[in-house]
């Protein structure tokens, strides 16, 4: 998984736009983050059993992929 959301994650950052100051409110910018989001919560369960690992991602990154593809 964590390779395609790099992958995605590298090309939302190809297409920010440069000749803009403010790109927070950019689709690609806001990708980004949300995918940023998603591999700190992988991070933070990197030493945790996997039933807990899938606990963890039921709780926190299903919130942020139901947003994410919404």
Known sequence: M???W???RRRFR???PD???DI???LAKTAVDKISRLFAIEKE???IFAEEKIKIRKEKSKLILDDFFL
């Open 6 to 8: 790099a992958y995605l």
């Open 14 to 16: 190809d297409v920010l």
């Open 2 to 4: 964590a390779y395609c």
């Open 24 to 26: 927070s409110n950019t």
């Open 45 to 47: 369960t990197d030493l």
């Open 19 to 21: 000749d803009i100051q």
